[in-house]
């Protein structure tokens, strides 16, 4: 057999056998039965929302993620990227979740929204940058509280990137040299590493449970991700994850950056990947439970 050929059919090989490893893998997450009883479950949905910006009237965004939510029985709702605009006030958004989610909370870019009540905040914004991290404190039954993370890092900056290059080359020059492209990407990684750490420093000093959910702007094999899940956080999609697992749409829908993860006094028994049209990333959603 020629060499090509044989080069051709040892990659078949090899894909076929990654293939039913994954397979293999993916159903050995479900190792714990939905029939076993749990004394407490909390189902939590992120969303980078994009600014409510992808369906219109601002309005029309906000219903389709509160629909999003109810659909997939969340307890939590946590948003990213949160803009009011048009139609949009603070009361009408608020009022528009008020029947089911009673507890919503709105600070900068940022929105929590929540049927437990939210008895305490804090919320860091990262210097030199848009944006920030926040956790909230959920009494889910008495006596039981649970911290809940919203974080959105550093953007990696290829929007930035391709503005630039679309505009120079607009103005009839030829994009960006490739060292400056090198100095963004740099820079915004760099920041996130910043970024990462700093959370790191809350979710280690938490007197509660803790989830971390939201839109990290990192995959799963960068440090980034690795500061904050740390050895003790679990990962909802490594646990119990299946069939679709990128959470944005961009980058040929090969990227998951959008998280929710827990610490080892939670199981996740559920988790999904939603996509919609309100937003160019998809809302994950995780059911925890607790022994």
Known sequence: MHSKALKASFAVILATAATIVTIILLHQRHNRSDAETFETS???AT?????????????????????????????VLLLQEFLLWGD?????????????????????DEAVISKYPVVSRYQYDFPDSDNSYSYNDLMISDGD????????LQTTGVRSIQAMIAQSKAAGGSGIPSSAQVKI???????????ASRMRRDIDSSPYPVIVCGDFNAVPQSKEYHIIKGSDLRDSFRQSGHGV????????????IDYVLFDRTFW????????SSVSDHMMVTATLARD
């Open 88 to 108: 949009m006030t603070e009361e009408a958004f608020r009022d528009m979740f008020s029947d089911e989610y009673p507890y919503v909370v709105i600070q900068d």
């Open 185 to 195: 990407f740099t820079g915004n990684r760099e920041a996130r590493l910043y970024q």
């Open 145 to 152: 509280t649970v911290r809940v993370f919203n974080a959105h």
């Open 42 to 44: 909390l189902t939590v």
């Open 47 to 75: 969303l980078n929302i994009n600014g409510l910006r992808a369906m219109g009237p601002a309005s029309a965004a906000a219903l389709c993620a509160k629909d999003l939510a109810a659909e997939h029985s969340a307890d």
């Open 268 to 275: 996740c028994i559920d988790h999904q990947v939603v996509d």
């Open 245 to 256: 697992w990128t959470t944005f749409k961009g980058g040929h829908g090969l990227l998951r």
